[in-house]
């Protein structure tokens, strides 16, 4: 549990020990690792419901994913459940009773839990991500890395996970260090851990900022590319998460209060397999979010295709009104044309109901303000009276003749 005792100066400086009320870091752990089990569990479903329901291709990466995040979920659990006062991790040593430190230390037992958890989850996890990768991107060469990257994660992390399951003989020696002293036989604890968390942030950096230049020659709109871009670049807080692991991992294995550092950097590495699983199952979440929040996540073509049939409204509002214009223009013409040349004294020629009704439709009503009505000299009363009786008895329903004629 740890790679260096205490010496005698640092005993003296001890402050007095607090078996009552000590501070541990529950508080802190609770505030951190519940909402982020809950967002493992909301992604995840999203996920499922997405590929399932939605889109209907459910895949490996989906199901790598999944035991990512249930292995996710119970180590949370279980890691709030070691810093009960049952267990004590996250407590200072001086605060620890001395017949919890002799035996078994339970709380050792469940940090070594941790960390094989936290190796196969971010190893399901990155698996899960790069068989993503491979669905989304087909080219040769991104099929080629996520290849070459899975190899990579899983056969380094599979000999991670035995080195610090047996970096000491026996294994118990880890839980049962003072039964053990002077006689068990231990691994260069430093270099694994420091190797283990040093290679993990670097395939997190290879493997999360891989999409950028693919994202970047996209061809799709700008808002699309800075959604996309937004959408996979979340995954450098899990390479933020990764460097903060690294500097705790460092205070873990240089400092005699193991159960103090222990919890922080347990709860760091809960925080970045968390992440993880929420940033890899962003991709699969999008079909959701685009049914949610069209304006944000849709598509443009499907925006621009809602638009467009308002603008053939508005401009089939225009060629109607323009064409109704111009029919009224040409009814204009007609009535000026049907009218008779009275100065010359020729009368009103008779036309049929048919013709009448062909050239003077009677929807719709065309303004009167530029038809000039004839002198009140042109007809005599005897004539005008003929020809409205003419318009009558064939039947017609030009009412802009029968209202010219009873004006004169």
């Known amino acids: 549990m740890t790679s260096r005792?205490?010496?005698?100066?640092?005993?003296?400086?001890?402050?007095?020990?607090?078996?009552?009320?000590?501070?541990?870091?529950?508080?802190?752990?609770?505030?951190?690792?519940?909402?982020?089990?809950?967002?493992?569990?909301?992604?995840?479903?999203?996920?499922f419901y997405c590929r399932t329901v939605l889109v209907n291709t459910l895949?490996?990466?989906?199901?790598?994913?999944?035991?990512?995040?249930?292995?996710?979920?119970?180590?949370?659990?279980m890691l709030i459940i070691s810093m009960l006062p049952e267990y004590q991790m996250g407590y200072h040593l001086w605060d620890i009773r001395p017949s919890r430190l002799f035996g078994t230390m339970k709380s050792a037992q469940m940090g070594m839990s941790s960390q094989l958890l936290f190796t196969a989850i971010i190893t399901f996890m990155k698996v899960a991500i790069l068989l993503t990768y491979i669905r989304i991107f087909p080219s040769k060469l991104d099929k080629w890395f996520c290849r070459l990257m899975?190899?990579?994660?899983?056969?380094?992390?599979?000999?991670?996970?035995?080195?610090?399951?047996?970096?000491?003989?026996?294994?118990?020696?880890?839980?049962?260090?003072?039964?053990?002293?002077?006689?068990?036989?231990?691994?260069?604890?430093?270099?694994?851990?420091?190797?283990?968390?040093?290679?993990?942030t670097f395939s997190d950096f290879v493997i999360f900022l891989?999409?950028?230049?693919?994202?970047?020659?996209?061809?799709?709109?700008?808002?699309?590319?800075?959604?996309?871009?937004?959408?996979?670049?979340?995954?450098v807080i899990v390479c933020i998460?990764?460097?903060?692991?690294?500097?705790?991992?460092h205070q873990y294995l240089v400092s005699f209060d193991v159960f103090w550092y222990g919890a922080t950097t347990f709860i760091i590495m809960s925080v970045e397999s968390g992440v993880g699983v929420v940033c890899g199952c962003l991709p699969g979440c999008k079909p959701l979010m685009n049914k949610m929040f069209p304006r944000v996540f849709g598509n443009t073509s499907q925006s621009s295709s809602r638009r467009r049939p308002s603008t053939n409204f508005l401009s089939g509002k225009l060629s109607s009104s323009s064409a109704a214009k111009s029919e009224q223009e040409s009814y204009r013409m007609q009535t000026l044309q049907s009218r008779p040349d009275n100065r010359r004294g020729v009368t009103m020629e008779k036309r049929s109901p048919p013709d009448v009704e062909k050239q003077l439709p009677a929807p719709p009503q065309p303004s009167?303000?530029?038809?000039?009505?004839?002198?009140?000299?042109?007809?005599?009363?005897?004539?005008?009276?003929?020809?409205?009786?003419?318009?009558?008895?064939?039947?017609?329903?030009?009412?802009?003749?029968?209202?010219?004629?009873?004006?004169?």
């Open 5 to 47: 005792f205490p010496t005698p100066e640092e005993f003296a400086s001890f402050p007095p020990p607090n078996y009552v009320d000590p501070v541990n870091q529950l508080p802190l752990a609770m505030a951190v690792l519940i909402p982020m089990t809950v967002l493992v569990v909301g992604f995840v479903s999203c996920r």
């Open 59 to 77: 895949g490996w990466d989906d199901w790598a994913m999944m035991v990512a995040a249930v292995m996710s979920v119970g180590s949370n659990i």
């Open 150 to 200: 899975i190899f990579y994660t899983v056969s380094l992390n599979t000999a991670c996970f035995f080195i610090t399951l047996f970096q000491c003989s026996p294994a118990s020696t880890y839980w049962e260090i003072f039964k053990y002293i002077g006689t068990a036989k231990c691994l260069n604890i430093k270099a694994i851990y420091y190797f283990h968390s040093a290679q993990n």
């Open 210 to 235: 891989w999409p950028a230049r693919n994202l970047m020659n996209v061809q799709v709109s700008l808002r699309q590319r800075v959604t996309l871009i937004s959408m996979f670049s979340l995954g």
């Open 241 to 249: 998460a990764g460097v903060v692991r690294l500097y705790y991992t």
């Open 368 to 408: 009167h303000q530029g038809l000039r009505p004839p002198s009140r000299t042109t007809f005599t009363s005897r004539r005008q009276a003929e020809a409205y009786r003419e318009l009558q008895g064939n039947g017609s329903d030009s009412s802009i003749e029968i209202f010219l004629l009873q004006r004169n």
